[in-house]
T-cell receptor, first 114, second 114 residues
Framework: EAQVTQNPRYLITVTGKKLTVTCSQN?????MSWYRQDPGLGLRQIYY???????DKGDVPEGYKVSRKEKRNFPLILESPSPNQTSLYFC?????????????FGSGTRLTVV | GEDVEQSLFLSVREGDSSVINCTYT??????LYWYKQEPGAGLQLLTY?????DMKQDQRLTVLLNKKDKHLSLRIADTQTGDSAIYFC??????????????FGSGTRLLVRP
């Protein structure tokens, strides 16, 4: 089944403790992206990647890192999480190029930083 | 700049029609999308419309596009309790020569009352 898989689904952590949220897709998509969803703010893009070893900042990159060593994986790293990073996070992937592909989303990771 | 706006909340009675509205700013958008997010889940592509179309119908869903006013709407006929969810409007805009990216609205929460 074609899908984007995120882990974990739920995570509670303490301020300052490094964490990684994994994202994997099995559709051979070039493009991958991370979003955070907060009430009233919709989806805000954190980082994106056009292909292996090609990453760039989105609209709200502060406090996050990403890497793209393989086409299928795009982990999100919080080196020193803070309470304002408590949010619902989504990974998405897509083919590159004009078209009606839209994005395929993962099921989300709800992160709480205390 | 790029912006997509939606009303935050809509409440309808089961069996009635629901109309969710969206306005966007980029007149060069090639595709416009509606995504559905059920509680605890990721975003699922519901339907899309190409910018040279005025209307698209898919079973209970009707998408209307007014390019002049940059207005997109999603009509759900015979709304059911299972349609209760957050609905996101998104526009695709040209990006980096050969690609596109999606700009999302804040989402409209649809509540269907029995």
């Amino acid at each position: 089944e074609a899908q984007v898989t995120q882990n974990p689904r739920y995570l509670i952590t303490v301020t300052g403790k490094k964490l990684t949220v994994t994202c994997s897709q099995n559709m051979n998509h070039e493009y991958m992206s991370w979003y955070r969803q907060d009430p009233g703010l919709g989806l805000r893009q954190i980082y994106y990647s056009m292909n292996v070893e090609v990453t760039d900042k989105g609209d709200v990159p502060e406090g996050y890192k990403v890497s793209r060593k393989e086409k299928r994986n795009f982990p999100l790293i919080l080196e020193s999480p803070s309470p304002n990073q408590t949010s619902l996070y989504f990974c998405a992937s897509s083919l590159i190029g004009q078209g009606n592909y839209g994005y395929t989303f993962g099921s989300g990771t709800r992160l709480t930083v205390v | 700049g790029e912006d997509v706006e939606q009303s935050l909340f809509l409440s309808v009675r089961e069996g009635d029609s629901s109309v969710i509205n969206c306005t966007y700013t980029d007149s060069s958008s090639t595709y416009l999308y509606w995504y559905k997010q059920e509680p605890g889940a990721g975003l699922q592509l519901l339907t899309y419309i190409f910018s040279n179309m005025d209307m698209k119908q898919d079973q209970r869903l009707t998408v209307l596009l007014n390019k002049k006013d940059k207005h997109l709407s999603l009509r759900i006929a015979d709304t059911q309790t299972g349609d209760s969810a957050i609905y996101f409007c998104a526009e695709s805009i040209s990006w980096m020569d050969s690609s596109y990216k999606l700009i999302f609205g804040s989402g409209t929460r649809l509540l269907v009352r029995p």
